[in-house]
T-cell receptor, first 116, second 111 residues
Framework: GAVVSQHPSWVICKSGTSVKIECRSLDFQATTMFWYRQFPKQSLMLMATSNEGSKATYEQGVEKDKFLINHASLTLSTLTVTSAHPEDSSFYIC????????????FGPGTRLTVT | AQSVTQLDSQVPVFEEAPVELRCNYSSSVSVYLFWYVQYPNQGLQLLLKYLSGSTLVKGINGFEAEFNKSQTSFHLRKPSVHISDTAEYFCAVVRAGKSTFGDGTTLTVKP
């Protein structure tokens, strides 16, 4: 149980275009979803926290107009990278929490974004 | 605010040897503690967690960790490692539902 999927697993896009990444909880209802960014050989940096039906809460330094997060249902959250630039290339990981079980988060497999 | 320090960025070890990956945290309030493993180009997999109760926590793949409140540590141990344990390991603290991760420790198991 507690499976989180991400789609796509990797994507290449041209500079200036937008990319949408989906995060789904497959067998539980995710009241809260988190989006992280991970650079090579580095730790996960929390970008934003989203609760179903509410606006996402962004961490300091994260541009909310560039990284649009939508958590429209208890099983789906999306991250849209708008007007992507090469510096946005990274590994994006989502996680989901049902709000029970000691705040455990279940992580998706990640999405590798490359902006050319 | 809480922070996590993983004291070793890289730990090389021979197969079947014991290993300890060190994690210290700082927080002014009680937190939950987690260890995760990440294989290349994959997400994080939970190894074990400490919420309350017994300070010795057993996880998957033969790993265990001990919570030491006085030393604010949560070190991860395995008595005998396998080649397949080669991966990146992250310690994390959770407070108010938000996770803070350490910088990670690369465990390399050599034959």
């Amino acid at each position: 149980g507690a499976v989180v999927s991400q789609h796509p697993s990797w994507v290449i896009c041209k500079s200036g275009t937008s990319v949408k990444i989906e995060c789904r909880s497959l067998d539980f209802q995710a009241t809260t979803m988190f989006w992280y960014r991970q650079f090579p050989k580095q730790s996960l940096m929390l970008m934003a926290t989203s609760n179903e039906g509410s606006k996402a809460t962004y961490e300091q330094g994260v541009e909310k107009d560039k990284f649009l997060i939508n958590h429209a249902s208890l099983t789906l959250s999306t991250l849209t990278v708008t007007s992507a630039h090469p510096e946005d290339s990274s590994f994006y990981i989502c996680s989901a929490s049902s709000g029970t079980g000691g705040y455990e988060q279940y992580f998706g497999p990640g999405t590798r974004l490359t902006v050319t | 605010a809480q922070s996590v320090t993983q004291l070793d960025s890289q730990v090389p070890v021979f197969e079947e040897a014991p290993v300890e990956l060190r994690c210290n945290y700082s927080s002014s309030v009680s937190v939950y503690l987690f260890w995760y493993v990440q294989y290349p180009n994959q997400g994080l997999q939970l190894l074990l967690k400490y919420l309350s109760g017994s300070t010795l926590v057993k996880g998957i793949n033969g790993f265990e960790a001990e919570f030491n409140k006085s030393q604010t540590s949560f070190h991860l141990r395995k008595p005998s490692v396998h080649i397949s344990d080669t991966a990146e390991y992250f310690c994390a603290v959770v407070r108010a539902g938000k996770s803070t991760f350490g910088d990670g420790t690369t465990l390399t198991v050599k034959p």
